[in-house]
């Protein structure tokens, strides 16, 4: 299920804040962040285990503030675990999960884990066919802790402005008022990719973005990820090495639910291990 915030939130609306303050978030997440050891996401000795069978083992992992990190590993590397469990759609059986210094994403909830920072892109896109271009922005930018508020009030000055610059980020200024479901399978990527960002996340996750676009729409997503790296931190699960290679500064590659290898594209790839059990060699 795709995380529509805006639908999500209403459960989770607490008028007095105080479970939020609770775990830490204030009302501007970002500003709450504690990232002053420079490293965005803290993932160490992460398991997790479906009846039995570990998806994840011991799996530690850094993410660095700016950093545009690419997840690489065959199918069933547990690579959308590992997603899951930083969204808290799983609860790792153990290990440390922490979002900055202090937030620790073992104990938010889905909302509360988007709420403060986090926003994740799944494979196919998920936008609002019927609604256009714009809508589908607004709408997303609708994940304000106060529903009732967002309901009662038009869109600021500010949050039209960063709906502006969303259009123009991901290029669908001229097609602003078409009905989404017009759009071509590439642009529905990036009117999605325009819906997290309108949402100002600190950390975006993209499972296989690139799956399916034509080479323009691949280099230019390529572009777009660089442009949005050190405003943002990502992290990108992809399979097309050509992709990887122009965007990535740094790889890990999973296997079996462990971390096998990291470094540049180039150095996993020379990576015996890698070679060995990944590309099959
Ligand atoms: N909900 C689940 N129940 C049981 N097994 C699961 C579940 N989710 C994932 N798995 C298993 O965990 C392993 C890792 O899956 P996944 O994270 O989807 O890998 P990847 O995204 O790297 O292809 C696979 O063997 C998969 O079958
Ligand atoms: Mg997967």
Request: hydrophobic letters at 40%.
């Amino acid at each position: 299920m795709r995380a529509v915030p805006h639908l999500m939130l209403e459960p989770a609306y607490d008028p007095s804040g105080a479970s939020r303050d609770a775990i830490g978030i204030g009302s501007s997440a970002s500003g709450q962040l504690d990232l002053r050891h420079g490293t965005i996401l803290t993932l160490e000795d992460i398991n997790v285990s479906f009846d039995g069978f570990k998806a994840l083992r011991n799996l530690t992992l850094y993410i660095g503030v700016g950093e545009l990190r690419c997840i690489i590993g065959p199918n069933g590397a547990g690579k959308t675990t590992l997603m899951d469990v930083i969204t808290g759609k799983t609860r790792p059986d153990n290990g440390k999960a922490f979002f900055g210094e202090t937030l620790d994403l073992t104990r938010m909830s889905e909302v509360e884990i988007a709420q403060a920072g986090i926003g994740r892109k799944f494979q196919k896109p998920t936008v609002f066919e019927a609604l256009s271009v714009f809508e589908n922005l607004e709408l997303a930018q609708r994940t304000d802790k106060s529903v009732w508020a967002s309901l009662k009030a038009r869109l600021s000055g500010e949050q039209k402005d960063r709906i502006e610059d969303v259009l123009t980020t991901i290029r669908l200024r001229e097609s602003r008022h078409r009905p989404a479901g017009l759009l071509s399978h590439g642009q529905k990527q990036f009117l999605e990719i325009g819906m997290l960002l309108v949402q100002e996340p600190q950390l975006l996750l993209l499972d296989e973005p690139v799956a399916g676009m034509t080479d323009a729409e691949t280099e230019f997503t390529a572009e777009l990820f660089k442009s949005l790296a050190g405003q943002h931190s990502l992290m990108v699960v992809e399979h097309d090495m050509g992709f990887v290679g122009s965007i990535a500064d740094h790889v890990s590659v999973l296997h079996q639910g462990h971390v096998l290898a990291e470094g540049s594209l180039e150095e996993v790839q020379a990576n015996e291990q890698v070679i060995e059990v990944y590309l099959g060699r």
